[in-house]
């Protein structure tokens, strides 16, 4: 189940401790781990105070990778303070200007920050990706595809589908772009507008402020673009995600490697997410995650229909019915 938004009881020492006593702890947000957020409010004082709670969460990633991400000139949460035993961090604030209600609030700003969102990820990989990152390759994500047919396929009731021929499928599709001599880079994996924040007072690239990135990876450039721009949460113009792909390319030289790349992934992203979100769903009682399933699945069928593909697409075609596409976890549920 969802865990509550009450902070842990070691917090309130952990602050006095840290020069924040009698501070005022406001919940924030959960997300889709173990891992919750508090604002902390002492005076004019404001901070962020992360529970990545032991066993379940290890905030250390998170400290590596924001010390790194500053360091290369991008815009990371300070770490204030820290207590690794309880897997409390106290984190600079970043406000409340989400790119995602920003582009809500005003449509007009869409093509310029998903402009600045790409510039990012050029700034980025214009760097060695950082030292002692795990790979991300065929093999992981071979293994990250399997959340699909264990979460996704039962839950419909599916079951059994033909899991040699998956893997199979997706081998074939994906051993091209793992082999294509691109990367690797440091790879965020869960870039998108709900995981930028806009920060007043600066420009360019400084101006996403940079969150959710503690399970980075070293892994394939187009990854990153694929999750700004087939957002499992908001819709993005197929014309825009059009511009902002051929943006990246020629502000990086890429060839038509990287767009077979970007197709491959997005498809084995999208499929991934759909068995995340059931997992979720099913097993952490986060009902919530039911309503993006009809845009993953609008999102998987359009990566489907690009070449190099034919082989998943067929997979699907035979073993995943169109009634149990889109509605299918409502229906279920």
């Known amino acids: 189940m969802a865990a509550p938004m009450i902070p842990p009881k070691s917090a309130p020492e952990f602050l006095a401790r840290h020069g924040w006593d009698e501070a005022r702890i406001l919940p924030l947000a959960g997300d889709a781990s173990f891992r919750r957020y508090f604002r902390v409010l002492a005076g004019d004082r404001r901070a962020v105070l992360m529970d990545a709670p032991p066993p379940h969460e290890d905030p250390r990633p998170f400290m590596a990778i924001a010390n790194w991400l500053e360091g290369v000139g991008l815009a990371a949460p300070r770490i204030l303070a820290a207590d690794l035993d309880r897997g409390l961090l106290l984190l600079d ?8 209600e920003a582009l809500d609030e005003d449509p007009a700003a869409e093509h310029g920050l998903y402009e600045t969102a790409v510039d990012v990820l050029v700034h980025l990989h214009d760097h060695p ?109 197929p014309s825009l995600e059009r511009e902002m792909i051929d943006r990246y390319r020629e502000k990086t030289g890429a060839d038509e490697r990287f767009e077979r790349a970007y197709w491959a992934l997005a498809a084995q992203r999208n499929t991934r997410i759909l068995g995340v979100f059931c997992r979720l769903w099913k097993r952490d009682g986060k009902e919530r995650y039911k309503q993006f399933q009809p845009r993953m699945w609008g999102l998987l069928d359009r990566d489907l229909a690009q070449p190099g593909l034919e082989p998943v697409r067929a997979w699907f075609d035979t073993n995943i019915p169109a009634d149990f596409r889109s509605a299918a976890w409502t229906e279920a549920a």
């Open 129 to 237: 990706p950082m030292e002692g990152l795990p790979p991300h390759g065929l093999g992981e994500w071979l293994t990250e595809l399997r959340l699909f047919p264990d979460w996704y396929v039962p839950a419909v009731g599916l079951e059994p589908v033909d899991v040699v021929g998956w893997d199979a499928a997706w081998t074939e599709a994906l051993a091209p772009v793992a082999n294509d001599g691109l990367g690797p880079v440091t790879v965020l994996r869960d870039y998108h507008a709900e995981n930028v924040m806009l920060l007043g007072g600066r420009g360019g690239i400084g101006r996403f402020g940079l969150l959710d990135f503690q399970d980075a990876l070293a892994g394939h450039p187009a990854y990153d673009l694929v999750s700004v721009l087939e957002d499992a949460r908001r819709d993005v113009p």
């Open 93 to 100: 604030d970043f406000g409340d200007a989400r790119m995602r």
